[in-house]
């Protein structure tokens, strides 16, 4: 039975905002290839194994849309882990995040941010969690779109 007599289902409302949260025209989120991992190497050592400062993954992704108007403003998260190399050390390794709307060859919105990470004394890993929380694009674009997100090295000036 589809239908039991029950009242329909509320629409879901976002409690920092009170709007309504776009369920069904919220597009997916998706790995761009080849920017799941980040790797830094010292100084003149691409490609060396010995070499590697840090290494940096993206496990997973999730993301919730509100319209505002003709607007759509979507959260998008995504949660990894880095990893000391062997030429690593404790500290604050600063990766390099991007967020990117795409609608066919469109690109509706693209901000390159760095999320920094602390990875602790005496701990080669740790995990992360990266929110852009002002993915904003033309609703009207919602059921075509993709969102994207991954590792970017730069430069931070380009879509």
Known sequence: MLNSGASPQQQAIDPATNAAVVQGACPTVELREGTAFYRTYEKGGDGDPSKIIHQASIADTTRQCVVNGGQITATVVASGRVVAGPAGKAGQVDI????AVIDGENVLYSE???????????QPTTQFVFT??????????????????GFD????NTP
Request: charged share 15%.
């Open 153 to 156: 090295p730069g430069p931070y």
């Open 132 to 149: 852009n929380a002002a993915v904003t694009f033309p609703a009207s674009a919602s059921r075509s779109a993709k969102i994207l997100i």
């Open 96 to 99: 390099p995040v991007r967020v």
């Open 112 to 122: 390159l941010q760095k999320q920094p990470v602390f990875l602790p004394e005496n």
